[in-house]
């Protein structure tokens, strides 16, 4: 009977790299909390609790959705929850719209051969929470008050596209708008003052281009994928 490992390309709290040998008939994948540990305890947010189970049956190794809120993936096919899907060696695992993924081995030695894709500049995920006003990027998590988080939503949903200051203004203070004004009265240095916080915060991972006057582009780093719920 073949031996089965996942080899972690992303899944903290695991390393880049590690593997983890699949020794059991019946193997949760979830999120860790303090009254509960799968057997491959994850940490990102987005995980659910009960998220997948792998298991095997007559030497098949399966994975299946235990209808986590996120997802499960194999090569980029969503999977149905609760429908058994068959892997074979290479297939690439990904939860939670591929936050976390993993590549199926089943030999240690077979890990050279997912060397050009572990080697791959590591991708993190950004998320956006509304309710929370929190960005998530990975398992961190960034509060935001509500003008700044409208500020970045806005620009993130038009995300290499020029957004201009009028724009903005209505946006995220219509409270201001008067009756014989097109554009809320907001100063430029309350502006910049917002935007400071935001590009403190999130300095690893976009970039936000003022055009003097005018308004912002902002850009994604190549390492983050931006993931809009």
């Known amino acids: 009977m073949n031996s ?4 972690v390309e992303q899944a903290p709290p695991f390393e ?3 593997s983890i040998p699949l020794q059991l008939t019946n193997m949760i994948i979830g999120r860790q909390r303090d009254d509960w540990t799968p057997q491959i305890a994850l940490t990102n947010a987005f995980v659910s609790r009960k998220h997948a189970c792998l298991y095997v049956e007559e030497h098949q190794l399966f994975i299946m959705d235990l209808n986590s809120k996120h997802g499960t993936e194999v090569n980029g096919v969503k999977l149905e929850p609760h429908v ?6 290479s297939d690439k695992i990904t939860l939670a719209n591929a936050m976390v993924s993993f590549y199926l081995s089943t030999n240690l ?35 935001f008050s509500s ?33 014989d004004e097109d554009v809320p009265n907001v100063g430029s240095e309350e502006m910049a003052s917002l935007l400071y ?4 915060q999130l300095k690893d991972y976009i970039t936000i281009e003022s055009i003097r ?17």
């Open 109 to 143: 030695d077979e890990t050279m051969d997912l060397t050009p894709l572990l080697n791959e500049t590591p991708r993190v995920s950004l998320t956006l929470e509304p309710i929370k006003q929190m960005v998530y990027v990975d398992d961190q998590t960034y509060p």
């Open 147 to 179: 003008k700044e988080f409208q500020f970045l939503e806005m620009l993130l949903r038009q995300q290499e596209q020029f957004v201009s200051q009028d724009d903005l203004k209505k946006r995220v203070w219509p409270e201001r708008l008067l009756e």
């Open 84 to 89: 058994p899907a068959a892997l074979k060696p």
């Open 16 to 18: 880049a790299g590690s």
């Open 213 to 229: 006057g005018k308004g912002y582009i902002l850009h994604v780093n190549e390492k983050v994928e931006y993931a809009p719920r």
């Open 4 to 7: 089965f490992y996942l080899i």
């Open 197 to 200: 916080r935001i590009r403190k």
